[in-house]
Nanobody, 113 residues
Framework: QVQLVESGGGLVLTGGSLRLSCAAS????????MAWFRQAPGKEREYVAA????????SYADSVKGRFTISRDHAKNTLYLQMNNLKPEDTAVYYC??????WGQGTQVTVSS
């Protein structure tokens, strides 16, 4: 069983930064590809960024490329999303995903103009 717990969300002004964390438990989680998704009010959940199990391959949605960085720490079993130059359109609940099957409960990010 894999459990994912996100943290680090909050309220920030346009242009600010936040770092999201996703603490993962489960003995096989270190072998899983992981990703971040987000869902804004009234919209479908959308892909944000992904990282392979080794941590040496990443990909990003065009809307966040150059502003967000995904990374993982195997020793801490934690996934990160560093978000810089935040915009109001980044406002959403951010979810951690592992192996396409497992989801966290989400953490709210609100960017105020």
């Amino acid at each position: 069983q894999v459990q994912l717990v996100e943290s680090g969300g909050g309220l920030v002004l346009t242009g600010g930064s936040l770092r999201l964390s996703c603490a993962a438990s489960g003995r096989t989680v270190s072998t899983y590809d992981m990703a971040w998704f987000r869902q804004a009010p009234g919209k479908e959940r959308e892909y944000v960024a992904a990282i392979n199990w080794r941590g040496d391959r990443t990909s990003y949605a065009d809307s966040v490329k150059g502003r967000f960085t995904i990374s993982r720490d195997h020793a801490k079993n934690t996934l990160y999303l560093q978000m810089n130059n935040l915009k109001p359109e980044d406002t959403a609940v951010y979810y951690c995903n592992a192996h396409k099957d497992y989801w966290g409960q989400g953490t709210q990010v609100t960017v105020s103009s």
